[in-house]
């Protein structure tokens, strides 16, 4: 179920919908390129980081 969830996460970084930081829930997962080709994205409001590869 877990494998589920993360593939969905990274769906939606990748068609650059926003997603809620799953370590706060406070700020967005954002990227500063072109989230389509972008393998790193960062919380505006933790410290967290998500990085695809």
């Known amino acids: ?9 990274i769906i939606a970084l990748r068609k650059g ?5 799953p370590k706060c829930n406070k700020g967005v997962l954002k990227s500063n390129i072109e989230p389509s080709k ?3 994205f960062f ?8 990085n695809i590869d």
């Not at 919908?17 to 930081?21: L, P, R």
């Not at 919380?43 to 998500?50: D, E, L, R, S």
């Open 1 to 9: 179920m877990e494998n589920n969830k993360s593939l969905k996460l």
């Open 17 to 21: 919908e926003k997603v809620k930081c």
């Open 38 to 40: 972008s393998h790193f």
């Open 43 to 50: 919380c505006t409001q933790c410290p967290n980081t998500v």
